[in-house]
Nanobody
Framework: QVQLVESGGGLVQPGGSLRLSCAAS????????IGWYRQAPGKQRELVAT???????NYALSMKGRFTISRDTAKRTVYLQIDSLKPEDTAVYYC??????????WGQGTQVTVSS
């Protein structure tokens, strides 16, 4: 059973930065794609960014500029760097890993709260 564990969330002031981590129980290059999603209270879960097994990255249009997805294959970890945090970035951030197009796994999420 694949396990994904997110960490790095917390309470941060507007303008601050956070780096979220998604640690996988197996080699991350075995997944077709790993992505970060977020879900704000009362809203649908939305895509933030993805990284493929080849290392190609993609960002949702509204996320370009302040979000950076990266990985460390030796640590089996995918990161999401968030800069210039805004209150509207407050959400639970989830990691998703697609082993196959029809087989995906979710982590439990990590809470990010942006508030002064």
């Amino acid at each position: 059973q694949v396990q994904l564990v997110e960490s790095g969330g917390g309470l941060v002031q507007p303008g601050g930065s956070l780096r979220l981590s998604c640690a996988a129980s197996e080699s991350i290059v075995s997944f077709l794609v790993i992505g970060w999603y977020r879900q704000a209270p009362g809203k649908q879960r939305e895509l933030v960014a993805t990284i493929t097994s080849a290392g190609s990255t993609n960002y949702a249009l509204s996320m370009k500029g302040r979000f950076t997805i990266s990985r460390d294959t030796a640590k089996r970890t995918v990161y999401l760097q968030i800069d210039s945090l805004k209150p509207e970035d407050t959400a639970v951030y989830y990691c998703n890993a697609q082993l196959l197009p029809t087989r995906g796994y979710w982590g439990q999420g990590t809470q990010v709260t942006v508030s002064s």
